[in-house]
């Protein structure tokens, strides 16, 4: 399964733009790749997931580049409830029946 | 639609004795995973069941071992505790589609 590297922490004030990038130099053909936040003492929630391009839904965009090498979670208007831990995982297929390979995440703190 | 529900939510054992954790995934989902979660190690994929079969398992020891019923509640069972046992343990449903619904957890505490 393809490794990811993700930033450990970030900081953001409420109500600006938080962009994650995920880098995952050996993605395969047929990975997906999908982000989880998880807020502490809880479970893991599913966010977002693409193969290419662009996807937005009603939380997050994703951003894919062409070469799938590296993608971007952008959270708009971040405020102080978006404070949790994201994590980007590769090699999830769109079937559900793969095991989710989660690595350390990105610790997210927004400030007032 | 009630989410997932695992219990206990908390459980405090002592080394050498042995635990069953319970999860009862959303209705008519027919995938459920468990995963542990600890500080050191994140979280780690321990086995997935679907329609009382265990379709997928992680790197963990004999001691670690689950089931799923016919209505897919499942459970897992930890034998034989160890300190290092000590975590998070979480239960996800699935549809098959590539939304897994997690559940609150049970803090296992193993004195």
């Known amino acids: 399964l393809a490794k990811t590297t993700q930033p450990i922490s970030m900081d953001s004030y409420e109500g600006q733009e938080v962009n994650i990038t995920c880098s995952h130099n050996?993605?395969?053909?047929?990975?997906?790749i999908t982000w989880y936040q998880q807020f502490p003492s809880q479970g893991p929630r599913f966010i977002i997931q693409?193969?290419?391009t662009k996807v937005t839904n009603e939380v997050a965009s994703l951003f894919i580049p062409a070469d799938r090498k590296s993608s971007t979670l952008s959270l708009p208007r971040v405020s102080l409830s978006d404070t949790a831990v994201y994590y980007c995982?590769?090699?999830?297929?769109?079937?559900?029946?793969?095991?989710?390979?989660f690595g350390k995440g990105t610790r997210l703190s927004v400030i007032a | 639609k009630a989410g997932v529900t695992q219990t206990p939510r908390y459980l405090i054992k002592t080394r050498g004795q042995q635990v069953t954790l319970s999860c009862s995934p959303i209705?008519?989902?027919?995938?459920v995973s468990w995963y542990q979660q600890t500080p050191g190690q994140g979280l780690q994929f321990l086995f997935e069941?679907?329609?009382?079969?265990?379709?997928n398992k992680g790197n963990f020891p004999g001691r670690f071992s689950g089931r799923q019923f016919s209505n897919s509640r499942s459970e897992m069972n930890v034998s034989t505790l160890e300190l290092g046992d000590s975590a998070l343990y979480l239960c996800?449903?699935?549809?098959?589609?590539?939304?897994?619904?997690f559940g609150p957890g049970t803090r296992l505490t193993v004195l």
């Open positions: 996800a449903s699935s549809l098959g589609v590539p939304e897994q619904f």
């Open positions: 050996n993605i395969a053909t047929n990975d997906y």
């Open positions: 693409g193969y290419k």
């Open positions: 995982l590769v090699g999830v297929s769109n079937s559900g029946n793969t095991p989710l390979v």
């Open positions: 209705s008519g989902h027919r995938s």
């Open positions: 069941y679907f329609s009382e079969t265990q379709r």
